[in-house]
Structure formats: structure tokens, C-alpha cells
């Protein structure tokens, strides 16, 4: 069962926008150093989109080659194709990752039998664990708890979901109908604590790039019990949790990064940089918390 702090770490790109592979293991060793429990490269905050497939195939085996078995890596290979998906996911597997997570199928909204049996085949395509991506503000089609339930029930190695819908009675929901050992991560850092509170296993977080010993403090806290603790922490970096989504992750969280000099404020289009009064209030944010 995956448990704790799961960062969904940028990709970096040099000024003539390359993958800055220097970058991307500075960022790994800081965040490791840090607590967090894994990596996840290739997710939306790694800009998967815009990165091409030997691109993404690159940034899954440097991520393997530099963690070194420190922690687990669980890459995203989703895509809205999946003969594509069962491509990415068997290559992840054979460089050697601990896991997968898969986004919902984007743009095209299948049905939920069709969701059903995309997730189904890719896992059925690998050994290793797969953990469902259910993030309806992207993608535009929600994992029903029904659907999420039959794969966790039919698929030994339908590990978890990271849940993004933003409704934790949804969320709790699938805690209550998946098996115990079902991982229910959340997608949003500001709901994290709440989903622990309800039986959740932590979180695929965006903030944990550039604090994850906060982070772990606050998810360890949790998962311990100890909710005075973790409820001063989640008030400490609420400012954070909200300057982050300012504009499109991860645009903001990729502009703290670059004040902190983990990586270049670079990006590829259609991303583009934050706009000048919210570089403002995030810097303004970051003073505070005596993070600039």
C-alpha cells in the first residue's frame, strides 16, 4: 500500500527549453532529503503534455537511475489512447519503477464501462502496482466510486488512486467500498489532512516540491494521529496550497522553484510564465513563510 508524501515533481528545462536533467537531480536529492515517501515524474506538474515520448521515457529512467532504490518512484504513463498507455506503462516497468499512475483518458470521455477496461488492460499489460489518476477538471470525465471499486476488486495490482475531484464525500466513498488495502491518495494538497482525518494514505503532492520536510511533517502528523500537530502545519502552509494555483499548475510552483534556484522559470507553450501582479503576491506569499 503506498502511505505518505508523494511528490509530483517538475520537469525542469534549460533556457532553450531542453530537459535540465542537472536540475531534475537536484530536485530529487532535495526532495528525498527532505522525508517525502516517492517520486512521481511525469505527472501534470512534470508538464507530460509537452514533453515528447522519448522525453517522457528520459525524465521516467533518469528519475529511476538517480533515485537509486532511495524511494519509490511511481511514473505517469497515462494517456487518453490506450494501446499508448500500455506502451508507456511497460517501459516504466522494465527501466525499473515501483509503480504507475494513470490519468484518466482526456478529451475523448468514455463511458464508464470504457474506463473500466482501459484501466483494466494497462494493468493487466504489467506486474507492477497501478494507481488510477482521477482528476475531472482536466480530463472531463470522473471515475465513478462503482467504476474505481470493480477495478480495485478485479485487478490485484489496481494499487490505489490518487483523487483529485475535489469532493471528499466522493473520496470517502471509495474508502469505504474499495479493500482495505486500497490506497486513496489525495491530488490537492489543501484537502489532505481532511482525507486522512477519513481514512485516506496521504498525498501526490505539488507543494512538496518546495517543502516537502513540511509536507512530510504534516502528513506523518496525520497518519499518526496527532492532528493538533498536523492541523498547525496545514495553517502554516495554507498560503502556500493557495498561491500555487494562482495560475495553471504548474506555472507558480515552477516560478518558486526557479526564486529558490532549483530550476529555470522556463516552460513550454502553451504554459507560459505567471503574470506580474502574481508573481508579486507569490513572492509576497514565500516572504512571509520565510521561504524566498
Same mark, same amino acid.
Given at each position: ?23 531534475? +537531480? ?9 522525508? *517525502? ?21 528520459? *525524465? ?14 511511481? !511514473? ?17 516497468? %522494465? ?12 478529451? @475523448? ?10 484501466? +483494466? ?10 494507481? *488510477? ?56 494538497? @489543501? ?15 505539488? !507543494? ?56 529555470? %522559470?522556463?516552460? +513550454? ?12 503576491? *507569490? ?10
Amino acid at each position: 500500500m503506498f502511505r505518505g508524501v508523494f511528490t509530483a515533481i517538475v520537469t525542469p528545462f534549460t533556457e532553450d527549453e531542453r530537459v535540465d536533467e542537472e536540475s531534475m +537531480r537536484r530536485l530529487i536529492d532535495f526532495n528525498i532529503a527532505g522525508g *517525502v515517501t516517492g517520486i512521481v515524474p511525469c505527472g501534470t506538474t512534470g508538464e507530460s503534455p509537452t514533453l515528447s515520448h522519448p522525453e517522457h521515457e528520459r *525524465v521516467i529512467e533518469l528519475t529511476v537511475e538517480h533515485v537509486n532504490g532511495r524511494v519509490p518512484v511511481i !511514473a505517469g504513463t497515462g494517456s487518453n489512447c490506450t494501446r499508448e498507455a500500455i506502451r508507456l506503462t511497460q517501459h516504466a516497468e %522494465e527501466v525499473g519503477v515501483d509503480g504507475v499512475l494513470l490519468v484518466n483518458p482526456y478529451y @475523448n470521455k468514455p463511458t464508464q464501462e470504457g474506463l473500466y477496461r482501459h484501466f +483494466r488492460a494497462i494493468a493487466e499489460s504489467v506486474d507492477i502496482p497501478c494507481i *488510477v489518476y482521477n482528476i475531472q477538471g482536466r480530463t472531463g470525465i470522473n471515475v465513478e466510486t462503482e467504476t474505481l471499486a470493480r477495478l480495485a476488486n478485479d485487478c490485484a495490482n489496481i494499487a490505489g488512486v490518487k483523487e483529485a475531484s475535489g469532493d471528499i464525500e466522493q473520496m470517502r466513498d471509495v474508502i469505504d467500498r474499495c479493500p482495505g488495502d486500497f490506497s486513496v491518495l489525495s491530488g490537492d494538497d @489543501n484537502i489532505t489532512l481532511e482525507l486522512i482525518r477519513s481514512g485516506g494514505d496521504g498525498v501526490i503532492s505539488v !507543494a512538496s516540491n518546495l517543502v516537502p520536510d513540511r509536507m512530510t511533517a504534516l502528513v506523518q502528523a496525520a497518519l499518526a494521529g496527532d492532528y493538533e500537530t498536523a492541523e498547525a502545519v496545514d495553517e502554516e502552509l495554507a498560503p502556500l496550497f493557495e498561491a500555487q494555483f494562482v495560475e495553471t499548475n504548474p506555472i507558480p510552483i515552477k516560478y518558486m522553484l526557479s526564486l529558490r534556484g532549483l530550476c529555470h %522559470e522556463v516552460y +513550454r507553450l502553451p504554459m507560459c510564465e505567471l503574470r506580474p501582479e502574481n508573481k508579486a503576491r *507569490v513572492r509576497q506569499v514565500l516572504e512571509t513563510m520565510g521561504l524566498h
